[in-house]
């Protein structure tokens, strides 16, 4: 009714290691043991998190908006997961998700210290992106990274993102506003929307 979807929409993408899905409200617990494990680790890249980040009833909450964001076609938020589904290995979002004249949105993402360096992200970022592109008629996915954030910007130029530009204090990451170089991928073959 009124141009929103009326259910959330089931994606469960497969790759050569990984299952790539959007979340759904029983994922509080494995956020929660993802964040609670890796807080350490993402604290330099990330905005600065509440403790609930670390709680199941935290992430409970905090799905419900997600739900209702992947309803309305607003975002999409995947969980990297074993091929059993049992642990979070990575979340690759989707936000801010604009239709009309645009067709365009941000790349957010973060893989856990002990996954590291195995090009899981590569091959989860892969298929995500084309899910958005194909699916979702993404013209444009833009993702922005720190400059001494040197594994992020060679991860989206493998991935075939280029560099649009420099942010001066763009984001505020672990209490602090960081510089940030600017990248976008766009859709050669775009197709508009059915």
């Not at 759904?24 to 617990?29: N, T």
């Not at 009309?100 to 949105?105: L, M, N, R």
């Not at 993102?161 to 050669?188: C, P, S």
Request: charged letters at 25%.
């Amino acid at each position: 009714m009124f141009g929103y979807r009326s259910a959330s929409p089931k994606v469960r993408l497969t790759t050569d290691r990984l299952v790539v899905r959007l979340v759904h409200e029983r994922d509080a617990y494995r956020l929660a043991d993802y964040y609670a494990e890796n807080r350490a680790f993402l604290k330099p890249w990330e905005p600065v998190r509440d403790e609930s980040y670390c709680y199941p009833s935290g992430w409970q909450a905090r799905l419900g908006m997600i739900m209702e964001m992947q309803k309305q076609g607003n975002a999409y938020y995947f969980i990297l997961l074993d091929p059993d589904e049992n642990e979070v290995r990575g979340v690759a979002n989707f936000s801010n998700v604009l239709r009309g004249s645009f067709h365009a949105c941000f790349l957010g993402y973060s893989l856990g210290e002990k996954w590291q360096g195995q090009g899981l992200m590569y091959e989860a970022l892969r298929s995500a992106n084309r899910y958005m592109m194909r699916q979702q008629r993404m013209h444009r996915i833009m993702a922005n990274y720190m400059p001494h954030n040197q594994r992020s910007g060679a991860l989206l130029a493998r991935l075939g993102f280029e560099r649009e530009g420099y942010a001066k204090d763009y984001l505020l990451i672990d209490g602090k506003w960081q510089d940030h170089v600017l990248t976008a991928l766009t859709n050669k073959e775009w197709l508009p929307p059915r």
